[in-house]
Nanobody, 128 residues
């Protein structure tokens, strides 16, 4: 599967952005989808993940309550709605896909190594 992320940009602190990740192929709903980010000089970190059917979401603590991950399987697209953005959210955001038979999120869904496919990153910059 090929992934194409979009929607990044420059926003002031407190603002919002919505990232999209469009997937090619006809088996999008065989994959859990995740968002990761990497800030300059820092390691890549897990942001959020959503189960195959979209009913289960997982977030890292720093974004819980501000970010919402969702997916539209009819459109082969996963979204990351980011509200109340902070300067520390500045990073390159990448989407990723992991094929799984489970309707749950796998135990290791927060690990980048779990994912099979990656899209290119999209830059999010939050000014103070």
């Amino acid at each position: 599967v090929q992934l194409q992320a979009s929607g990044g940009g420059l926003v002031q602190a407190g603002g919002s952005l919505r990232l999209s990740c469009a997937a090619s192929g006809r088996t999008f709903n065989d994959y859990i989808m995740g968002w990761f980010r990497q800030a300059p000089g820092k390691e890549r970190e897990f942001v959020a993940a959503v189960s195959r059917g979209g009913t289960i979401q997982s977030y890292t603590d720093s974004v819980r309550g501000r970010f919402t991950i969702s997916r539209d399987n009819a459109k082969n697209t996963v979204y990351l709605q980011m509200n109340r953005l902070k300067p520390e959210d500045t990073a390159v955001y990448s989407c990723a896909a992991e094929r799984t038979m489970s309707i749950q999120l796998p135990m290791a869904h927060m690990s980048a190594e779990q994912y099979d496919y990656w899209g290119q990153g999209t830059q999010v910059t939050v000014s103070s």
